[in-house]
């Protein structure tokens, strides 16, 4: 049996020459230099075989990092987005805190004008009847509220208790059509009666000769005839006059000082004589 090391003729010749050849070539690198000169030239042409064959390689791994870092951005922005929400939240609370403080300040400003005694109440729902503008506040009998009892907010006159129930009241607004409210105007004393228009921004002067000393600009408070509401108290100011030819009676419209649509803290003010 032949060996499987053994080697033929023509097989250890082949082995000899490349042998050979091995100890020349490692014989001229040692002695001359052009040997890298011809190191560099066979460089140049493996090199872009080498790339090519590198290529998957770099192309796997540069696709990972790619989509390892686009999570990682994607993760990064998810969480900013959530820390924004979170601080507009805060930012919408501190602000809604602000507008209450400033309503609450402007609301203890205003005691000081009132003489008689008052507690302080809150606005809880808005009454749906289409044909009336009253709302619901958080006082009642309990509290010593009773019907025909006026409500101020910190700009002026705000309306009039028409219900009480033992924990609520149910209070019409100045702009209701069925208050009438007895004014003077500020600048000369001249007394007039202000009626609710159905419209939060409107209401009228009622039977003001064509005649009348009156101005846009002026300024209506209670007069506190009939001892429905404290005297002196602002309630609305004249933005428009109109005078129809032939007609004995001006038209005139004022607005609410009030903040008919937005107030919420109240004062709800005690007549001497109701007490």
Known sequence: MKSLFAVGPQHGYRFAVA???SIMLMFLDHRFTQTDRLRQAVSYVISPVQSLVSLPSDLLSWT?????????LLE???????????????AQQLAVLEAENDRLRRLLDA????ESTYISAELVSVDPDPFSIQVILNRGAQDGVYVGQS?????????LVVQVDSLTSRVALVADVNLAVPVYVNRNGMRSVVVGT??????EMEYVPDTADIRVGDLLVTSGLANRFPPGYPVAEVVAIEHDPGEP???IRARPLAELGRSRNLLMVFQEEAS
């Open 111 to 114: 005691t000081a004008r009132l």
């Open 76 to 90: 990064s922005n998810r969480t900013l987005r959530s820390q924004l929400i979170v601080l507009q939240q805060k």
């Open 19 to 21: 042998i050979a050849i």
């Open 249 to 251: 009676f001006a038209r």
């Open 64 to 72: 990972s990092e790619t989509f390892s870092e686009r999570n990682e």
């Open 151 to 159: 409500v101020v907010d910190a700009d002026g006159l705000f309306g």
């Open 198 to 203: 159905g419209d939060l921004t409107s209401l």
